[in-house]
T-cell receptor, first 113, second 113 residues
């Protein structure tokens, strides 16, 4: 089943707080899990990505946690800033000759000053 | 700036018409992916080309077609347009089919009246 479920749909966080967005997948053939950030009127921008051979990847304030047995992964944004206010999409892709991305529905993050 | 360019930025047309969306991938990228983004369906994969050859099809209507040219730019052709085709159309490019990173262009906003 080619599906990625993302939650929550929207999230409001205070400046300096931690934002957490969760995703779950069904297809065990997926082997690449990126997160994209999209601002209004712009294309999705690759933020951070992880493969199943590691359980966590950190880049600056952004961390992906990955649980292979539960088929879940999450994005943590530490010290959230108003400039982080955007829509975040998780995605997954697998082998098979085409690395097409299957996207979650997105999470609209608002960071209040 | 991802290095992926798309033209036009906006397109307004009438039902029944045909339009062509153009995408130039990042320098050196052989793969071009097309995605449709709408409020109700989210980001949906349409089609993938690698070095001029079609590699995978997703939820692409028969009224839609694409091709990738020898200089690696790609065009998405939408014909017999319907109101429901109004959406953002993104292309993304990547180095290789086995290397998952995809970089998105700024998109073309299509409005069908």
């Amino acid at each position: 089943q080619q599906q990625v479920k993302q939650s929550p749909q929207s999230l409001i966080v205070q400046k300096g707080g931690i934002s957490i967005i969760n995703c779950a997948y069904e297809n065990t053939a997926f082997d690449y899990f990126p997160w994209y950030q999209q601002f209004p009127g712009k294309g999705p921008a690759l933020l951070i990505a992880i493969r199943p051979d590691v359980s966590e990847k950190k880049e600056g304030r952004f961390t992906i946690s990955f649980n292979k047995s539960a088929k879940q992964f999450s994005l943590h944004i530490m010290d959230s800033q108003p400039g982080d206010s955007a829509t975040y999409f998780c995605a997954a892709s697998g082998q098979g000759g085409s690395e097409k991305l299957v996207f979650g529905k997105g999470t609209k993050l608002t960071v209040n000053p | 700036d991802s290095g992926v360019t798309q033209t036009p930025k906006h397109l307004i047309t009438a039902t029944g018409q045909r339009v062509t969306l153009r995408c130039s991938p990042r320098s050196g990228d052989l793969s071009v992916y097309w995605y449709q983004q709408s409020l109700d369906q989210g980001l949906q994969f349409l089609i993938h080309y690698y070095n001029g050859e079609e590699r995978a099809k997703g939820n692409i209507l028969e009224r839609f077609s694409a091709q990738q040219f020898p200089d690696l730019h790609s065009e998405l052709n939408l014909s017999s347009l319907e109101l429901g085709d109004s959406a953002l159309y993104f292309c993304a490019s990547g180095e290789d089919v086995s290397y998952n990173e995809q970089f998105f262009g700024p998109g073309t906003r299509l409005t069908v009246l």
